[in-house]
T-cell receptor, first 112, second 117 residues
Framework: QKEVEQNSGPLSVPEGAIASLNCTYSDRVSQSFFWYRQYSGKSPELIMSIYSNGDKEDGRFTAQLNKASQYVSLLIRDSQPSDSATYLCAVNGQAAGNKLTFGGGTRVLVKP | GAVVSQHPSWVICKSGTSVKIECRSLDFQATTMFWYRQFPKQSLMLMATSNEGSKATYEQGVEKDKFLINHASLTLSTLTVTSAHPEDSSFYIC?????????????FGPGTRLLVL
């Protein structure tokens, strides 16, 4: 079992719809959770961080964390073609020290 | 956030030569930086953790004598790919670790694309 798992996609959503991305992790003592966006040929860009159970909203993005289920998700509302990218889930836990463990990424395609 | 630069942004070299990549933290002093490598259509692979003033910590399977890391100051870490070969062609990305109110967060540089002929 991978430490951080994501559906590779592609997740195809029409423009204006909600894109829902999921991530599960295996290290139960993980404490910090991040979503990075990576455009093709570019480096990852931090878009959300979440540390407590529940929802965290930032603009069109909402991160949801459920530590009991070891599950973190990202919602993108009013999806735009510019949201088309690969979204990487990353987890920082005690087992990994200060290092981030990345999922394989979910490719999102927003169609006009 | 954090502002991170890398130089060069891309490099083409002949097999057997060495290539140095610089990673700079422009807006704060970074005690810890990380070096990643990413092959096409794959996720990030952590190569090593660079700590200012001490030896880097390499991940399993990464040759420390081939990938030399020097973190000589709080704003600069360098990765030198020694005797590069075509299989070393990849996208090399550094990140800086910044302490925030809730914990430590990593911010990435723009990356360096290496092509070894």
């Amino acid at each position: 079992q991978k430490e951080v798992e994501q559906n590779s996609g592609p997740l195809s959503v029409p423009e204006g719809a909600i894109a829902s991305l999921n991530c599960t992790y295996s290290d139960r003592v993980s404490q910090s959770f991040f979503w990075y966006r990576q455009y093709s040929g570019k480096s990852p860009e931090l878009i959300m961080s979440i540390y407590s159970n529940g929802d965290k909203e930032d603009g069109r993005f909402t991160a949801q964390l459920n530590k009991a289920s070891q599950y973190v998700s990202l919602l993108i509302r009013d999806s735009q073609p510019s949201d088309s990218a690969t979204y990487l889930c990353a987890v920082n836990g005690q087992a990994a020290g200060n290092k981030l463990t990345f999922g394989g990424g979910t490719r999102v395609l927003v169609k006009p | 956030g954090a502002v991170v630069s890398q130089h060069p942004s891309w490099v083409i070299c002949k097999s057997g030569t060495s290539v140095k990549i610089e990673c700079r933290s422009l807006d704060f002093q970074a005690t810890t930086m990380f070096w990643y490598r990413q092959f096409p259509k794959q996720s990030l692979m952590l190569m090593a953790t660079s700590n200012e003033g001490s030896k880097a910590t390499y991940e399993q399977g990464v040759e420390k004598d081939k990938f030399l890391i020097n973190h000589a100051s709080l704003t600069l870490s360098t990765l030198t790919v020694t005797s590069a070969h075509p299989e070393d062609s990849s996208f090399y990305i550094c990140s800086v670790q910044r302490q925030t109110r809730r914990g430590e967060t990593q911010y990435f540089g723009p990356g360096t694309r290496l092509l070894v002929l």
